[in-house]
C-alpha cells in the first residue's frame, strides 16, 4: 500500500473543512480586527463599552450553566432506561429522539404556544381557577419567566442529541464489567457509577462538547419567546451584522463566542480526561 494513501483518503475531509470552515474562520478573525481597511481594535472596544454585552454574556453563561447539567442528567436517564429495556426499545428511542427532528424556530414557536397570553398553560390555570383572568407571563416585568420558558424549550428541544450519543457510549460498554462487578457484591448504583460512567468518559466528552458549543450559539429559541428582553451573545451577533450594519463588532461578537467555546471545550476535556490520557 502506497505510504501516501491514507492522506490521499483524508485529503476531501481536510479539503472541506478548510473551504466551509477554516477560511470563514478567518476571513471573520480578520474582520473583527480591522475597520476600513485598518489594522485596529475598535471593534472590540465598541463591543465590550456598549451597554448590552455584559448582560448578553452573562445571560448566555447563566442560560448555558442551567440548561447543559439539566440535560446531561436527562440524557444519562433516558440512554440507562433504552440500553436496558429487552422489550420495545426501538419505540422507546423514538419517541425519545422526537424532538430532534424538529428545528430551534420551530421549538420556540411551540413553547410560545404554551406560555403567551392567549397559549395553553394560561387557558389551563384560568379553567382550573387559579387565574380569573390570563397574565402575561412573557412580559418585561417578569424576566425571571422569560428564562424559565428559553430553559424548558432548550431542555426538551436538545437533550436527545446527547442522549443519542450516550445510548451509543453504553452500547460499546461490555457487559462482562458489569456482570464481574455484581459477582463481587456491587450494587446497581455502585455499578453504573464504579463501571458504567467511567467507560462512558468518551461519549460523555462528546456529548458535553457538542452541548455546550450548541448552547453558546443559542439564538431561535430567544427570539420566539423572550426577543430583545432577554439578549444573548448570538442575538447580539445578528443585530450588529444586520440591524446596525456593523460587521466588524458583528465578528467580534463572534469571536467571543468562538472563544468562550474553546475554553469550555478545554474544561471539558480536562474534567473527563482518563488517566492513560493525562499520561500521553
Given amino acids: 500500500m502506497p505510504r501516501t494513501l491514507p492522506y490521499l483518503l483524508l485529503l476531501p475531509a481536510t479539503a472541506f473543512l478548510g473551504v466551509f470552515f477554516l477560511y470563514p474562520f478567518v476571513l471573520v478573525a480578520v474582520e473583527s480586527v480591522t475597520k476600513?481597511?485598518?489594522?485596529?481594535?475598535?471593534?472590540?472596544?465598541?463591543?465590550?463599552?456598549?451597554?448590552?454585552?455584559?448582560?448578553?454574556?452573562?445571560?448566555?453563561?447563566?442560560?448555558?450553566?442551567?440548561?447543559?447539567?439539566?440535560?446531561?442528567?436527562?440524557?444519562?436517564?433516558?440512554?440507562?432506561?433504552?440500553?436496558?429495556?429487552?422489550?420495545?426499545?426501538?419505540?422507546?428511542?423514538?419517541?425519545?429522539?422526537?424532538?430532534?427532528?424538529?428545528s430551534d424556530l420551530a421549538a420556540g414557536l411551540i413553547w410560545l404556544a404554551i406560555?403567551?397570553?392567549?397559549?395553553?398553560?394560561?387557558?389551563?390555570?384560568?379553567?382550573?381557577?387559579?387565574?380569573?383572568?390570563?397574565?402575561?407571563?412573557?412580559?418585561?416585568?417578569?424576566?425571571?419567566?422569560?428564562?424559565?420558558?428559553?430553559?424548558?424549550?432548550?431542555?426538551?428541544?436538545?437533550?436527545?442529541?446527547?442522549?443519542?450519543?450516550?445510548?451509543?457510549?453504553?452500547?460499546?460498554?461490555?457487559?462482562?464489567?458489569?456482570?464481574?462487578?455484581?459477582?463481587?457484591?456491587?450494587?446497581?448504583?455502585?455499578?453504573?457509577?464504579?463501571?458504567?460512567?467511567?467507560?462512558?468518559?468518551?461519549?460523555?466528552?462528546?456529548?458535553?462538547?457538542?452541548?455546550?458549543?450548541l448552547a453558546f450559539e443559542v439564538f431561535a429559541v430567544v427570539m420566539a419567546l423572550g426577543g430583545t428582553q432577554f439578549p444573548v451573545l448570538m442575538g447580539e451577533t445578528y443585530h450588529w451584522q444586520f440591524a446596525l450594519q456593523d460587521r466588524g463588532v458583528a465578528a467580534a461578537y463572534a469571536m467571543v463566542i468562538l472563544g468562550i467555546s474553546i475554553l469550555f471545550t478545554l474544561v471539558i476535556l480536562r474534567l473527563l480526561h482518563t488517566p492513560k490520557e493525562a499520561r500521553i
Fill in 36 to 102: 476600513g481597511g485598518v489594522w485596529t481594535v475598535a471593534n472590540y472596544r465598541t463591543m465590550l463599552g456598549h451597554w448590552k454585552f455584559g448582560v448578553t454574556f452573562w445571560n448566555t453563561i447563566l442560560l448555558a450553566a442551567v440548561v447543559v447539567p439539566v440535560q446531561l442528567a436527562l440524557a444519562l436517564t433516558m440512554a440507562s432506561i433504552v440500553t436496558r429495556l429487552q422489550t420495545g426499545r426501538g419505540a422507546v428511542l423514538y419517541i425519545f429522539a422526537i424532538p430532534l427532528g424538529i
Fill in 115 to 213: 406560555f403567551e397570553q392567549s397559549g395553553f398553560l394560561n387557558s389551563w390555570l384560568v379553567g382550573l381557577g387559579v387565574l380569573d383572568a390570563p397574565m402575561l407571563f412573557l412580559g418585561y416585568q417578569t424576566p425571571w419567566v422569560i428564562f424559565i420558558a428559553i430553559a424548558l424549550a432548550e431542555i426538551w428541544r436538545a437533550t436527545a442529541i446527547m442522549m443519542v450519543i450516550l445510548v451509543a457510549g453504553m452500547g460499546l460498554i461490555p457487559k462482562e464489567y458489569g456482570e464481574a462487578a455484581e459477582v463481587f457484591g456491587a450494587t446497581r448504583w455502585q455499578r453504573y457509577r464504579r463501571v458504567t460512567l467511567p467507560m462512558l468518559k468518551p461519549s460523555l466528552q462528546t456529548a458535553l462538547i457538542l452541548r455546550v458549543i
